[in-house]
């Protein structure tokens, strides 16, 4: 009987052991780079985008724009780095059809002049376009007329 329980421990030991052997990455992550600082990026390393033009739940990229600046869309994101909760992501339906995933709120999108993991060419572009920083970005509650809303603020 001891032997069985021995064995049925070292079974157990060994799945947990090859669960973490195979465990995928984050599909969202957050990275650092100096002079940026702490951003979000994709299971593969890219950086993730927001427009200062956008609002919660809405996207104002369109036409030509979208070429250089694709929309990020995951579908459900199901795991994510330990700073963030894969309820602080959602989608969107933009106004061309297309789904596009959300950061507490807020769009997010690639920059195509990135061409490695890590890179952050599009950090700071014509004031307009960021990296997407979890610090900067949180929920509140938006209380009006008796009941209330999260929305996403970067304040």
């Known amino acids: 009987m001891k032997k069985i329980q021995l064995l049925i421990g070292i079974l157990v030991l060994m799945l947990f052991g090859l669960q973490h052997a195979t465990a995928t990455p984050p599909d ?3 990275m650092y780079k100096a002079g940026v600082g ?6 593969r390393g890219r950086t993730l985008y927001w427009s200062n033009h956008d609002s919660p739940n809405m996207s104002t990229v369109s036409g030509k724009i979208l070429e250089k600046w694709p929309p990020f869309f995951q579908g459900a994101i ?9 309820t602080d992501f959602g989608t ?6 297309k789904m596009q995933t959300t950061f507490r709120s ?8 990135d061409q490695q993991p890590g890179d952050t060419n599009g950090h700071k572009f014509n004031k307009i376009w960021s990296v997407m920083m979890p610090g900067k970005f949180h929920l509140v509650e938006k209380v009006s007329t008796g009941f209330s ?7």
């Open 106 to 113: 807020y769009p997010l999108y690639y920059f195509d002049a």
């Open 149 to 155: 809303q999260t929305t996403g603020t970067t304040k």
């Open 78 to 86: 199901l795991s994510a780095s330990p700073e963030m909760a894969s």
């Open 92 to 97: 969107i339906r933009r106004k061309d059809g």
């Open 38 to 43: 702490h951003y979000l990026a994709d299971a």
């Open 28 to 30: 969202v992550t957050v």
